[in-house]
């Protein structure tokens, strides 16, 4: 045996087995170097100096004491083995299907994939902008329709978007604006709407839309000329029918027309826009992406040519690199929150792109035969259960129909429905007379006799007749484009998926020091469950007694994020942290309604605030006021005195980031909550910089009424490359009645809350296993150990690299929270060089840039989060350092103002061949430090040309020749 008394290997005792250790990046050695860099003598008196006295926390967390993963993982196979999953048959829009393995695999469990943030820098984003291409190109070959946006939060949520849409298109001058929604549209889709139109001050009225005289019908609910909008369901619960004449008359009266349509049966049904649809919208959740006890799923929109520029959410489109190739980008983002504030088109910041993705390669895998041949299978089992209740002398409500099959049984429907729901299906439950049976990729005939002998009927007989007529079968091809036909082996997809995932830049590849975005590990035990059957496969609408073990975690989750705040309730409902928004100012605006002080309407919100705030507060029905930041970035306070005071009869909240935009604890958070509470207001504190604050602080003791948490930051839930996210608000107990409910699922809350913000009662439902695995592992001491090892981070950042970049704002003390502003306004003035040639230059070192321009234009802002190790943050450093000498050489005349490193980034590995016209080399454009020589990623493209891309406006999968030379 050797002698191993010199070994360096660490005894098996002194190695760390908590997921706390493997979760922050910084070892107890590298803190000290990181201290010594700040001038701090300890981790303890940095956060002393750092978070404000008044607001600390002088108690450990009560929370339950850290699991091992394995022991997470054992705690969460007993909660899921408390779930019952039973054959669902609810249809309403969720249906079963099978996720093909590779996608599944290469796609919803890969970190390349759902580590990425939203492609805000296109050039090391082509990969999943080309999937979502592909999502588009879908949603606007199956709708008919001419532009599809790359997804949107769910079906009611779209809904929602449409209204607000349409209403803007009208453009009808009345004082009772009015949507009219046909009878048979989905409950949960209805109630998200009135949720929202009710805060908007539009009115909706639920009409029977169908007969022969649809505008006689218009004319007897409501006067015609408040009609701004017309939604319909397509197919409708247990009917197809053809929509060609209400969508004719809607648009007589001036409205426009809005479907919720099936996407799978759109594979064999005419088109909303064949029948001159203005709007789209529905969910891609049964392309392969599973139920998840509601969510997240890809909801999607498509409108007609001419209102692409009112729609909500992102677009990709085409445009072109610096070498005049063919690129991908998000297209006419002008007219999104962060940009348009209160004038926004929508308050959406997160879309669904992991979805969207999956459910875009589960069409490219199958391509339109196999979509075709998946909805004919489908329609039969629909067909031959419509044969076998009649075969019992049971009426069928309609003889046309795709998927579900409508029953009417007088005084009988709850007996069969439990008689089926006993023997391992769940049957959707109408009305005492009523019973609807949806039939989806995964239905069995099995499935179908068990069904039948629910109602009584002995045998199944084969399907007697056609169930969608002639006239409104799809006629013409869709998915032609070759993407679709290419990708239908394994070997071929998963192929596909390794190329677009490797044009892509991720947390798997290295720090995204993303400002206000909180790019930390996405851990694998955390990711685990997300796909157990028990947890993914269950309808939001089963009954409750069948997820038991889903009640419990909610319950757990609610407690620990109750308890990290500081506040008395929490909703799970909100699917993002735009719905979080809304819903927490819902929750006061009905806390003053309930008080009689309904004028209370003025929302009072930070010049240096996220877009989304204002954006909310008008979607809320606020009007925004804005408070000037002093020259610190701080809230003025004497400012806020000046408009409290204007507004002391009306003032309905003030919404706050905190810490700060810029990156600060304010010292004056207790003195502003207090104003706003003197003056009869609330305060709403958006949760986006929570990461700083767990374990510190709790917003709901220091002040604050109110605030959403991004479950997708501070609570692991990966970015996905654009969504999900997870808003959960939490409340102190005088708004705790006016949490998101749902008409739906009483548990789901308050029978005196808002109405629903999200389709399903409790939102994204399916990835919530990923926060509750976060904060189990973690426990009090390592919640709190990661926020300090993020403050520490992000002060070592500002520390290395003030002498290169003044850092924009800090606290009285000099140190920042927990990210920075690195201000290039000063070096673009004296060199030319931009805060975008400083982004795109950081590709070529191997980074994705931090956020450009927000809070403050001309700035780069900075979050390191606590996962990133020390070897991490300086090569960032380094790389940061070397940036700006090579800006140097541009002020000094070496390098030439319009040929240089940086103006030219990023370099990709096409522009080296050839010849090579610049002052600088090859290897000082693509190897400028020893780090990328040892691991390199190429931008697959480019610097784009966004405007180009703005006024040649393309927004689906371009032909393949346009990638030729």
């Given amino acids: 045996m050797s002698d191993n008394s010199n070994s360096t290997t660490k005894p098996l005792a002194s190695v760390s087995a908590t997921f706390a250790d493997r979760h922050i990046g910084p070892r107890a050695a590298d803190t000290e170097r990181m201290l010594a860099a700040i001038g701090a003598p300890s981790v303890d008196k940095l956060i002393d100096t750092a978070v404000p006295t008044q607001i600390r926390l002088d108690r450990a967390l009560n929370l339950p004491p850290a699991l091992s993963e394995a022991g997470s993982l054992q705690a969460l196979r007993a909660l899921a083995s408390q779930n019952v999953v039973k054959r669902s048959m609810i249809g309403m829009g969720y249906y079963d299907t099978i996720t093909p393995g590779v996608i599944k695999r290469n796609v919803l469990e890969s970190p390349a994939w759902y580590t990425a943030y939203t492609p805000y820098q296109p050039e090391i ?165 599973p139920m998840g006890y509601g969510g997240p799923h890809a909801g999607f929109m498509s409108v007609r040519e001419g209102l692409q520029r009112t729609m909500p959410g992102r677009l990709v489109g085409v445009s072109v690199d610096s070498a005049g190739a063919p690129a991908y980008r998000l297209a006419l983002q002008t007219r999104e929150q962060h940009i348009r504030r209160e004038k926004a088109t929508s308050n959406i910041c997160t879309a669904q792109v992991l979805l969207a993705v999956m459910a875009s390669m589960y069409a490219v895998y199958h391509g339109p035969a196999g979509l075709t041949a998946i909805a004919e299978r489908v329609g039969a089992h629909a067909a031959a259960l419509a044969a076998g209740l009649r075969a019992a002398d049971v009426e069928v409500v309609a003889d046309s129909f795709f998927d579900t099959v409508t029953a009417r049984v ?93 044009k892509d830049y991720a947390l798997d590849r290295g720090m995204i020091p993303l400002g206000s975005c909180t790019m930390k590990l996405n851990a694998t035990a955390e990711m685990e469950a ?24 909610f319950a757990d989750l609610e407690g620990w ?83 409290i005071e204007a507004h002391k009869d009306d003032l309905a909240a003030m919404m706050i980031t905190y810490p700060s935009t810029h990156g600060v604890y304010e010292e004056t958070i207790t003195e502003v909550c207090a104003m706003v509470h003197d003056a009869g207001g609330q305060v709403y504190v958006d949760g986006a910089n929570l990461n700083a604050l767990v374990g510190l602080a709790q917003p709901g003791k220091f002040g604050s009424d109110v605030s959403h948490l991004n479950l997708h930051k501070t609570f692991c839930i990966p970015h996905g490359g654009g969504g999900p ?26 029978a005196t809350g808002p109405g629903p913000v999200s389709a399903a009662p409790w939102g994204s439902a399916g990835i919530l296993p990923i926060s509750w695995a976060y904060v189990r592992m973690m426990g009090a ?64 070192y191997g980074f ?118």
Wanted: charged share 20%; net charge negative; hydrophobic share 45%.
């Fill in 725 to 750: 996210g997870v808003g959960p608000i939490g409340v102190r107990a005088h708004l705790a009645p006016y949490l998101p409910n749902h008409p739906l699922v009483a548990e789901a809350g308050p």
């Fill in 561 to 643: 994020l109750a308890e990290v705040t500081g506040y008395d309730a929490v909703s799970l409902q909100p699917n993002a942290g735009s719905q979080g928004e809304f819903a927490g100012l819902l929750a006061i605006s009905k806390y003053h309604e309930a008080n009689g002080d309904g004028a209370r309407v003025v929302c009072l919100i930070p010049s240096s605030a996220h877009g989304t705030n204002a954006a909310s507060a008008v979607m809320a029905g606020m009007k925004v006021v804005v408070v000037a930041c002093d020259d610190n970035g701080n809230i003025d306070t004497a400012d806020l005195a000046a408009k």
């Fill in 848 to 965: 994705h840039a931090p956020t450009m321009s927000f809070p403050v234009a001309g700035t780069l802002m900075v979050e390191p989060t606590e996962s990133e190790d020390l070897g991490e943050l300086d090569r960032f450093i380094d790389a940061m350092i070397a940036i700006r000498e090579e800006a140097d050489r541009v002020e000094s005349g070496e390098w030439d103002k319009a040929d240089n490193p940086l103006v030219n980034a990023p370099h990709t590995a096409l522009s080296l061949a050839g010849d090579w016209p610049h002052p600088y080399s090859r290897e000082e454009a693509v190897f400028p430090t020893a780090a990328t020589r040892q691991s390199k990623y190429f931008a697959p493209v480019g610097r784009i040309d966004g405007a180009y891309g703005d006024r040649n406006l393309v927004c689906s999968c371009p032909p393949p020749e346009a990638f030729e030379d």
């Fill in 125 to 289: 984003s082509q990969g999943r902008l080309e999937a979502l291409l592909n999502f588009q190109t879908m949603i606007c070959d199956l709708t008919g329709l001419a532009i599809a946006g790359a997804s949107l939060l769910d079906e009611g949520t779209a809904a929602a978007e449409a209204m607000t849409l349409t209403m803007r298109a009208a453009k009808k001058k009345t004082e009772t604006p009015t949507l009219l929604v046909d009878r048979d549209v989905f409950p949960q889709t209805l109630a998200v709407v009135q949720t929202r139109a009710r805060a908007l001050g539009l009115r909706v009225v639920v009409i029977d839309t169908t007969g022969d005289l649809p505008q006689a019908a218009f004319e007897e609910s409501v006067d015609t000329a408040d009609v701004f909008g017309v939604l319909t369901q397509y197919p409708s619960t247990g009917a197809v029918r053809d929509l060609t004449g209400l969508i004719e008359a809607t648009h007589q009266i001036g409205a426009l027309a809005i479907v919720a349509a099936d996407l799978l049966s759109l594979c064999l049904l005419k088109s909303p826009g064949e029948m001159g649809a203005d709007v789209v919208v529905g969910s891609a959740q049964r392309f392969g992406v």
């Fill in 781 to 844: 001491d390592g919640l709190s150990d990661a926020t300090v090892a993020a403050i520490v981070a992000a002060n070592y950042i500002a520390a290395r690299l003030r002498e290169h970049y003044p850092v924009l704002y800090a606290g009285p003390s000099g140190l920042v929270a927990h990210e920075c502003i690195l201000d290039i306004r000063p070096l673009t003035k004296s060199s030319g060089v931009t805060v975008d040639d400083v982004a795109k230059r950081l590709v070529d």
């Fill in 530 to 553: 997300i796909t157990w059957p028990e947890f993914a496969g269950l309808h939001p609408f089963a009954p409750v007694d069948q997820t038991a073990g889903y009640q419990q975690l």
């Fill in 410 to 502: 007088p005084g009988a429907a709850r007996a069969i429905v439990d008689k089926a729901c006993a023997d391992g299906v769940n049957l959707r439950y109408v009305d005492e007379d009523t019973i609807a049976i949806s039939c989806d990729e995964t239905t069995s005939d099995d499935d179908l006799r068990v069904v039948l002998a629910a109602f009584g009927a002995s045998s199944l007989p084969a399907a007697d007749a056609d169930t969608i007529p002639a006239e409104l079968r799809r006629t013409g091809e869709f998915l032609t484009h070759p993407t679709f036909s290419a990708y239908h082996s394994e070997t071929a997809m998963l192929r596909y998926l390794r190329r677009l995932s490797d």
